[in-house]
């Protein structure tokens, strides 16, 4: 961080984004203080009052246009996102093409999940016509992460604006340059600020949970959730929280091996394995296990990180990740894990070559924490009971995999886990109709599909009468023949079925 010369009586304070494959100076920002979020927060409020008198039709129309100006730039973004993470230049444009298709989706689905529609009266209020809205929250807040910075802070924003709010999204302090992307293309298509960027540091995300907006979307780690949580609750704002994974690959005896071999290593290496639903650990069928192993080493040994065109991964963004990575490698190995593939000194100063660790202990960290590297651990277990509950064991349950022929269905409706690709990775999070998220210390609330356009919302019931009611109830004149009336319908309809 640096601070800028006074300019008449105040001093603006900024920030460089680095290159991380360098260490150059991407670009520099500004940090937004606790006054220039509230500010931010209040323009965001008046534009919320416009944007959500609007239509579904007119909102879909201003989405679409937002969607197809990032679709005709999409190579500035992607390399705007290169110069900030370090990703190869396909990953960043998979990235992008990823969330224009969420938010395709979101402004196309909104009315059909959100608009009012008829829900049964019973007979009891039969004489009731009942409806059921999702109407908007109103300003939400969103502090994204640094790892996918335009797909995953993308999947709130695109819904919450969907539904009717605005937005005011705080950008993690190392990508910073795609928000600002994402601003200035909104200010094209959008008449008023519903959608705002502020940039900073971590307080500038504490001051936006502390700035009153209706809800807060977070996406990072399990303890800086935490924080997000403990921020919000002292104004009561409910909190969207994606936070980290340890996510398991699951191969039984009937698997299809090469395409086994061929997911864990894109699930673990892809993005240099800074990815919250990446694989990090797998168990394999004792059966299969050696020919699982052999094959998965000599095709992740394909795979190098450096800073060459043709690197299929890229930097470690976070600096302080590298001693994590390395504290876990070290730990596998002093705890009797091996490393068939790399060790501790895979890790570079910048880069990580893949790792590959066997025989380590379910209780190393190697097995127990997020590493966020490109490292995985292989187990062989003896039936996929065993590997389900080893799964089922870690404190996280965001996303999983499951190898299998016949029985994949099966296994995956064991996983306590929030989603599963059967026979893939991660490919859950492609399909703009299926929530996103996960359970334990991997957080709660989901983006993306009808649930993810509901979180921004709240549903608002309405009752119209009809016509008078067959048995007068909510009054003071109820007679004593209406309740004798109310106790045989009651009795009619819900006392039959129980145990004799």
């Known amino acids: 961080m640096t601070i800028t010369e006074p300019t008449g009586t105040r001093t603006a304070a900024t920030f460089d984004s680095l290159d991380p494959r360098t260490g150059a100076v991407v670009a520099t920002h500004p940090i937004a203080s ?45 390399a705007v996102m290169q110069a900030e993470t370090g990703k190869p230049q396909g990953d960043a444009m998979l990235e992008c093409a990823l969330a224009i298709d969420h938010l395709a989706w979101a402004a196309g689905h909104a009315k059909k999940v959100l608009g009012r529609h008829k829900v049964p009266s019973g007979l009891v209020m039969a004489n009731q ?67 705002q960027v502020v940039t900073g540091l971590g307080e500038t995300g504490a001051a936006l949970c502390r700035s009153g907006v209706n809800k807060v979307a977070f996406t990072g780690s399990t303890a800086t959730g935490k924080r997000v949580m403990a921020a919000c609750s ?5 909190v969207l929280i994606e936070a980290g994974g340890k996510d398991a690959l699951i191969v039984d005896v009937d698997a299809d091996i090469e395409a086994a071999v061929d997911g864990a290593v894109w699930g673990a290496n892809a993005n240099a394995g800074q990815t919250c ?21 000599a095709r992740t040994k394909e795979v190098h990180a450096n800073n060459d065109a043709d690197a299929k991964i890229g930097p470690i963004t976070m600096p302080s990740q590298l001693n994590i990575i390395k ?25 990580v070559q893949p ?30 009971d065993e590997a389900v509950a080893l799964t089922n064991a870690s404190k996280y349950a965001l996303g999983s995999s499951v190898f299998s022929k016949r029985n994949g269905m099966q ?44 979180e921004f919302t709240y549903a608002h019931a309405i009752t119209r009468q009809r016509m008078k009611p067959l048995i007068a109830l909510t009054t003071f004149q109820r007679t004593e023949k209406a309740e004798e009336q109310l106790g045989k319908m009651i009795a009619m309809l819900h006392g039959r079925g129980g145990k004799k």
Do not use: C
Not at 38 to 48: G, L
Not at 234 to 238: A, F, I, R
Not at 327 to 351: N, T, Y
């Open 411 to 454: 296994i995956a409706e064991k996983l306590r886990v929030g989603m599963t690709a059967i026979n893939g990775v991660i490919t859950f999070a492609g399909v703009p109709s299926l929530p996103f998220g996960g359970v334990g210390d991997s957080g709660f609330g989901r983006i993306h599909g009808p649930d993810g356009l509901k």
């Open 355 to 384: 790792v590959i660790l066997v025989d380590v202990p379910e209780t190393s960290a190697a097995v127990t924490e997020e590493t966020f590297g490109p490292t995985m651990t292989v187990t062989k277990v003896k039936s996929m």
């Open 129 to 195: 016509k009942a409806t059921v809205e999702y109407a908007p929250l109103g300003v939400i807040g969103v502090i994204g992460p640094w790892n996918y910075p335009v797909f995953t802070p993308m999947g709130s924003i695109a819904y919450a604006l969907a539904a009717g709010n605005a937005v005011v999204f705080k950008p993690s302090e190392y990508t910073p340059g795609v928000g600002a992307w994402l601003e200035k293309t909104a200010n094209e298509v959008f008449e008023q600020p519903v959608f």
């Open 234 to 238: 002292e104004s009561l704002t409910p």
């Open 327 to 351: 504290r876990h490698i070290d730990d596998a190995l002093a705890s009797g894990g091996k490393a068939v593939l790399g060790g501790p000194e895979s890790v570079g100063d910048r880069f």
């Open 277 to 297: 639903a990446g694989v990090e650990r797998v168990y394999v069928h004792e059966k299969v296990y050696d020919e699982f192993l052999e094959q998965v080493v």
């Open 34 to 78: 606790e006054a220039d979020v509230q500010a931010a927060v209040e323009r965001a409020r008046k534009a919320a009052t416009w944007w959500s008198g609007l239509s579904f039709a007119d909102r879909k129309t201003r989405l679409n246009a937002w969607k197809s100006l990032i679709t005709n730039r999409i190579d500035e973004l992607a």
